[in-house]
Nanobody, 115 residues
C-alpha cells in the first residue's frame, strides 16, 4: 500500500521560509502528476500547487509568487519551497496525486506561521 510521507513543517515567523518534502514509502510508487494541498482548522482542503511529470507547474492565487513546487525524479520526491510566509498559510500540508487518490493521503506536516 502506498503511503506518502510529508516532512519539513514547523513554526516560523511571518516573512520566514520553509521547505516541505514528500516521498512515498512502503511500496514501489513512482511520483507522477503531483500536488501539495493544505487544510486549515475548520476549512476544506485546498490545492496549493501542482506539477506534472513534464515539470509544468500551477499555483493557487493565494501562494503565487511566494511558493515554488519542484520534483526530483531520481529521489522520487516532491518539494514545496515556501517563502514570505503569512499567518494565513498556517495549515496541515499534504501531498498527493492530481487528482488525489483517497488512499494516498498521509499524516501531513503542520506549518504554523506566528510571531
Amino acid at each position: 500500500q502506498v503511503q506518502l510521507v510529508e516532512s519539513g513543517g514547523g513554526l516560523v515567523q511571518p516573512g520566514g521560509s520553509l521547505r516541505l518534502s514528500c516521498a512515498p514509502s512502503g511500496t514501489i510508487f513512482r511520483i507522477s502528476n503531483m500536488a501539495w494541498y493544505r487544510q486549515a482548522p475548520g476549512k476544506q482542503r485546498d490545492l496549493v500547487a501542482s506539477i506534472t511529470s513534464a515539470g509544468i507547474t500551477n499555483y493557487a492565487y493565494f501562494v503565487k509568487g511566494r511558493f515554488t513546487i519542484s520534483r526530483d525524479d531520481a529521489k522520487n520526491t516532491v518539494y514545496l519551497q515556501m517563502n514570505s510566509l503569512k499567518p494565513e498559510d498556517t495549515a496541515v500540508y499534504y501531498c498527493n496525486r492530481v487528482p488525489p487518490t483517497t488512499s494516498f493521503w498521509g499524516q501531513g506536516t503542520q506549518v504554523t506561521v506566528s510571531s
